[in-house]
């Protein structure tokens, strides 16, 4: 089994109950036709040659996990009319990409939790955030105009991401563990970020963030 850099964080003794399962489903349906479609813009963007052929790979994780999760609730993920517009320079672009796959590996451990059978997709967005946290060390340790874009980035990335984990987190099931939820998956993603280098010592930032 992969392991993710990070210990991974939900594996502590607090559980959603089974009665989240569908909320869990039908943000993971949203979630991965999200992801499908930042994955194909991103595709169109000038990336380095091995992450070109891993956004290839990652496209076809993306649209098998889409159809397990239309197939699971019985509906198709709306629609887009054109894809989503993502940051054009690699350093900004890699930042957006692994921070969404780390909140997607958070979600990803909770529906494990409940969906012991769906245990393949919490592999794959291991595979997906090691792969970018690699790229992000690259990145950090490159050319400094580079490593300085990759940090602004990761800094206002983080003071949306407490709105973003709102709308995630936007249903009548989760609504008793919105507060505990909210609280472990921002740390979670701190010290991530913190981990890699994009974001300095915390000072409690996510109370804050946004």
Same mark, same amino acid.
């Given at each position: 089994?992969?392991?993710?850099?990070?210990?991974?964080?939900?594996?502590?003794?607090?559980?959603?109950?089974?009665?989240?399962?569908?909320?869990?489903? /039908?943000?993971? %349906?949203?979630?991965?036709?999200?992801?499908?479609?930042?994955? #194909?813009?991103?595709? %169109?963007?000038?990336?380095?040659?091995?992450?070109?052929?891993? %956004?290839?790979?990652?496209?076809?994780?993306?649209?098998?996990?889409?159809?397990?999760?239309?197939?699971?609730?019985?509906?198709?993920?709306?629609?887009?009319?054109?894809?989503?517009?993502?940051?054009?320079?690699?350093?900004?672009?890699?930042?957006?990409?692994?921070?969404?796959?780390?909140?997607?590996?958070?979600?990803?451990?909770?529906?494990?939790?409940?969906?012991?059978?769906?245990?393949?997709?919490?592999?794959? /967005?291991?595979?997906?955030?090691?792969?970018?946290?690699?790229?992000?060390?690259?990145?950090?340790?490159?050319?400094?105009?580079?490593?300085?874009?990759?940090?602004?980035?990761?800094?206002?990335?983080? #003071?949306?991401?407490?709105?973003?984990?709102?709308?995630? %987190?936007?249903?009548?099931?989760?609504?008793?563990?919105?507060? /505990?939820?909210?609280?472990?998956?921002?740390?979670?993603?701190?010290? #991530?970020?913190?981990?890699?280098?994009?974001?300095?010592?915390?000072?409690?930032?996510?109370?804050?963030?946004?």
């Amino acid at each position: 089994m992969k392991g993710a850099t990070q210990k991974d964080s939900l594996t502590g003794p607090f559980r959603l109950p089974s009665s989240c399962e569908p909320a869990l489903l /039908e943000r993971f %349906l949203k979630a991965e036709a999200m992801a499908l479609w930042a994955v #194909r813009s991103s595709q %169109l963007q000038k990336v380095p040659s091995n992450v070109r052929l891993f %956004l290839q790979r990652h496209e076809e994780d993306e649209q098998r996990h889409l159809e397990q999760f239309q197939t699971i609730l019985g509906h198709h993920a709306h629609e887009r009319g054109q894809l989503p517009s993502v940051p054009r320079q690699w350093p900004a672009l890699a930042v957006q990409l692994f921070g969404y796959e780390a909140l997607g590996l958070e979600f990803a451990l909770l529906l494990a939790d409940v969906r012991p059978d769906l245990s393949s997709i919490l592999e794959d /967005e291991r595979t997906h955030v090691e792969f970018f946290e690699r790229e992000i060390r690259k990145i950090l340790s490159g050319e400094q105009a580079d490593a300085e874009q990759a940090r602004t980035s990761a800094r206002a990335w983080w #003071r949306k991401l407490p709105r973003t984990l709102d709308r995630y %987190l936007e249903h009548s099931a989760l609504e008793p563990y919105r507060p /505990e939820l909210a609280g472990r998956i921002l740390s979670a993603l701190e010290c #991530r970020l913190m981990g890699t280098g994009l974001l300095g010592q915390s000072r409690n930032s996510h109370n804050n963030a946004g």
